[in-house]
T-cell receptor, first 114, second 114 residues
């Protein structure tokens, strides 16, 4: 089945710096890709849902890149601020294109220091 | 104001006992799910229900039994608890059929089995 590897497990950056989190997946037919943010004590919040047809996806303060050739998904926080400190999870849907049976990465704990 | 309510937030149980994890969603969704996050493992899909019917089951053990008494409820009964069942259990919901279908997660129930 699908396997997702997420790196790094921990990331510490200074305010204003960029932060990049990367996931690689194994199923070349994977269809939907997700980034979730989880603040301490809170539930997972969807940052972005990416379709397999879109390589560059702009959000507020971040960019999600999908490289299907290399089977790599990345989240780039362009100018991190302390409010971005949280755990981030990537997830990939199965090749059937379901929106619910996601394979998650292990997560990245991001700390942004002032 | 959480729209997916999981109870309790923390749960301690002894080996061999039985517990029920409660989940109610007030998003009007027709599909509900359970995911599990064990220590050092990524979030794993367990079950999906749609219109109170089991759609998908990725849990090998019959000790885990979802129960849906109402459309917006999906409880998880776990019998003969083992220390390996210690994890945070996340309930989620979605509205199938929408082009922008996405999972909404609860805050989780952290289960510790002694």
């Amino acid at each position: 089945g699908e396997q997702v590897e997420q790196r790094p497990p921990h990331l510490s950056v200074r305010e204003g710096d960029s932060a990049v989190i990367t996931c690689t997946y194994t199923d070349p037919n994977s269809y939907y890709f997700f980034w979730y943010k989880q603040e301490p004590g809170a539930s997972l919040q969807l940052l972005m849902k990416v379709f397999s047809s879109t390589e560059i996806n702009e959000g507020q303060g971040f960019t999600v890149l999908l490289n299907k050739k290399d089977k790599r998904l990345s989240l780039n926080l362009t100018a991190a601020h302390p409010g971005d400190s949280a755990a981030y999870f990537c997830a990939v849907s199965d090749s059937g294109g379901s929106n619910y049976k996601l394979t998650f990465g292990k997560g990245t704990l991001l700390t942004v220091t002032p | 104001d959480p729209k997916i309510i999981q109870k309790p937030k923390y749960l301690v149980a002894v080996t061999g006992s039985e517990k029920i994890l409660i989940c109610e969603q007030y998003l009007g969704h027709n599909a509900m799910y359970w995911y599990r996050q064990s220590a050092k493992k990524p979030l794993e899909f367990m079950f999906s229900y749609s219109y109170q019917k089991l759609m998908d089951n990725q849990t090998a053990s019959s000790r885990f039994q979802p129960q849906s008494s109402k459309k917006n409820h999906l409880d998880l009964q776990i019998t003969a608890l083992k220390p390996d069942d210690s994890a945070t259990y996340f309930c989620a919901s979605s509205q199938p059929g929408q082009g922008n279908e996405r999972l909404f997660f609860g805050h989780g129930t952290k289960l510790s089995v002694l």
